[in-house]
């Protein structure tokens, strides 16, 4: 098992920049890849963002690609989610998720996910 505890999220206005953090806790994190989720309501959970733990290489859906930055810092366990340019459609409940295992495909297989932080943006 591996606790991811989010942090970040809230209510900003279109136009405006937050930044989610997600910490894998209790153990140092040997795991393939972590990533970033989100489910609008009314919506199924969709593909956000990416990283290879071990190379740093990055991986985005279409719709945030240029707004948002993933990046990871391996002494701290954690991944960070920068998103800038926000719009009301980005307004979702955001999952942190991790994977154990590879696969060339980041959009899938994560098997630890965190508790989901609030994302608003008003318009």
């Known amino acids: 098992q591996v606790p991811l505890v989010e942090s970040g999220g809230g209510l900003v206005q279109a136009g405006g920049s937050l930044r989610l953090s997600c910490a894998a806790s209790g153990r140092t994190f040997g795991g393939n890849a972590m990533g970033w989720f989100r489910q609008a309501p009314g919506k199924e959970r969709e593909f956000v963002a990416a990283?290879?733990?071990?190379?740093?290489?990055?991986y985005y859906a279409d719709s945030v690609k240029g707004r948002f930055t993933i990046s990871r810092d391996n002494a701290k366990n954690t991944v960070y989610l920068q998103m800038t340019s926000l719009k009301p459609e980005d307004t979702a409940i955001y999952y942190c998720a991790a994977r154990s295992l590879y696969s060339s495909d980041y959009t899938k297989y994560y098997n630890y996910w965190g508790q989901g932080t609030q994302v608003t943006v008003s318009s």
């Open positions: 990283v290879s733990w071990s190379t740093g290489r990055t």
